[in-house]
């Protein structure tokens, strides 16, 4: 299997644009999370799915911050319009059973 | 209220020598299982070994072991024979019901990490 795939590995934006990330899970795993990992705050749980159904979302930060997950091999996190302290490394991790499988990260600036 | 607590910022160890990364977590649930990561310097998150509440004993991984002492509440990291290869973050986690849904699901809880150096 590849293992979780996330793009972009970097992105870099101004402040005020639309960021889409995107990750593909590994397949037949049924939970998917989205971290954000900052110097400050270090790994923080925005939002989580199960069996692609949102489950607990009291990570994302504000509203400007989304996440979809239309299938089971797909979901996005949107943030609309990005700000400057935005900036982080943002991970997709995925779940069967026990541990979680994390992606390489995105990467993302804005400035 | 934080769930997971690695109180070591940074750690250094000499190289061949034993290191304990200490881990404390709260929680109320009789069912939760421990976790530690590591993310070397390229960023990758990568699972080294699992605790389940229920355990009678302690998990081992090769070179690596967990102190699991549950009246304590306390899921040490111990990695024997340090290799130069092992400076990297390291990470506790916990997964426990998430009672934002209700408790019929589970959500995976990081603590702030800290970051080993080993010295040849």
Redesign the interface.
Known sequence: DAGVIQSPRHEVTEMGQEVTLRCKPISGHDYLFWYRQTMMRGLELLIYFNNNVPIDDSGMPEDRFSAKMPNASFSTLKIQPSEPRDSAVYFCASRKDREAFFGQGTRLTVV | AQKITQTQPGMFVQEKEAVTLDCTYDTSDQSY?L?W?KQPSS???I?LI?QGSYDEQNATEGRYSLNFQKARKSANLVISASQLGDSAMY?CAMREP?Y??GGS?????????TLLTVNP
């Open positions: 299982g976790f990561y960023g990758e998150m699972f699992y990470f998430s934002f849904s699901n589970y959500k995976l809880t990081f603590g702030k990490g």
